[in-house]
Each structure stands twice: as C-alpha cells, then as structure tokens.
C-alpha cells in the first residue's frame, strides 16, 4: 500500500511542478520523506494504517508549531503550517463529523464500562485505533472528558 500511495504522491509533485506550485510540490516531498524513512526504519513496507498515522502525526507537529508561532505572533509562519496540513490531509481518510465521533465514543464507554475520568484511559485506548487519521485525538478527549464528568 504505501508505495502506490508514495507513487501517487509523487504523481502530485510533478503535477505541482508543472503548474508551478512549488510551496505544494515542496509538501509533498516531506510526506514523501517520512514515508520513506519509516519504512527504512521498520525495514519493510508500511501498512495503510502505518501510512495514515505517519500522516496525522505530521499533522499534529504542525497544529503545534501553529500554537507556537502565533504565540510568538509569527502569523506568515504560522499560515505557511496551515496550509502544510491542508496539503497533507488530501492524503489522509474523510474526517469523522463531530457528531459521529461523539456517537463512537458514548459506544466505546459504554462497551469498557467507564463510568468516571479514571477509565479515560480505558476509552482512549480503545477510541484510538478507530479514529487514527479521521479525527483530532485531542478534540476526541476533550468530548471522553465530557462524557466521562
């Protein structure tokens, strides 16, 4: 799976160098990158949802970043992160809508047996796998806290 999904990548770079899109085609290469260096890293092939984490934690990074520089009122900065995670989800699974998401997560509770904060860990454990490159694991807590209170 990852090297059709690196190929297609790559499709993308030389379709944005071709139209001249060099902030995209640059991008693309970073996720090219990572990719590459887990595989070389796990000594195989990476699975599809190998793929997927490798791409949200990219994702992540640059939520991060964006904290930090507007902090540090980088606003430029802080938008050339933004647009990064807008190339890079093209890549990555149709997001889980809010209300979807919320719906798994009163199932997960109530398929562990949570019943107060404590077994937040319990539900996160469970709720990850299902929702790797779909939805924020930091929104998704907050809605575990919630529920959990």
Same mark, same amino acid.
């Not at 060099?22 to 949802?49: P, Q, W």
């Not at 019943?115 to 929702?131: C, R, T, Y």
């Given at each position: 799976?990852?090297?059709?999904? #690196?190929?297609?990548?790559?499709?993308?770079?030389? /379709?944005?160098?071709?139209?001249?899109?060099?902030?995209?085609?640059?991008? $693309?290469?970073?996720?090219?990158?990572? $990719?590459?260096?887990?595989?070389? !890293?796990?000594?195989?092939? $990476?699975?599809?949802?190998?793929?997927?984490? /490798?791409?949200?934690?990219?994702?992540?990074?640059?939520?991060?970043?964006?904290?930090?520089?507007?902090?540090? !009122?980088?606003?430029?900065?802080?938008?050339?992160?933004? !647009?990064?995670?807008?190339? #890079?989800?093209?890549? $990555?699974?149709?997001?889980?809508?809010?209300?979807?998401?919320?719906?798994?997560?009163?199932? #997960? #509770?109530?398929?562990? +047996?949570?019943?107060?904060?404590?077994?937040?860990?319990?539900?996160?454990?469970?709720?990850?796998?299902?929702?790797? +490159?779909?939805?924020?694991? +930091?929104?998704?807590?907050?809605?575990?806290?919630?529920?959990?209170?």
């Amino acid at each position: 799976m990852s090297q059709e999904l #690196i190929s297609s990548i790559q499709e993308e770079v030389k /379709i944005s160098l071709k139209s001249g899109d060099k902030f995209k085609a640059s991008t $693309l290469r970073l996720i090219v990158s990572e $990719l590459k260096l887990e595989e070389k !890293n796990k000594s195989s092939e $990476l699975t599809s949802e190998e793929s997927v984490t /490798i791409m949200a934690k990219m994702i992540k990074q640059r939520k991060d970043s964006i904290t930090q520089f507007e902090l540090a !009122n980088r606003l430029e900065l802080a938008q050339k992160e933004k !647009n990064e995670i807008g190339i #890079i989800q093209t890549f $990555l699974p149709e997001q889980i809508p809010d209300a979807d998401l919320s719906s798994l997560i009163e199932k #997960i #509770i109530k398929e562990t +047996g949570a019943e107060s904060i404590k077994d937040m860990g319990k539900v996160m454990g469970a709720l990850k796998p299902k929702i790797v +490159g779909k939805a924020d694991p +930091g929104f998704a807590s907050s809605i575990v806290k919630k529920l959990l209170s």
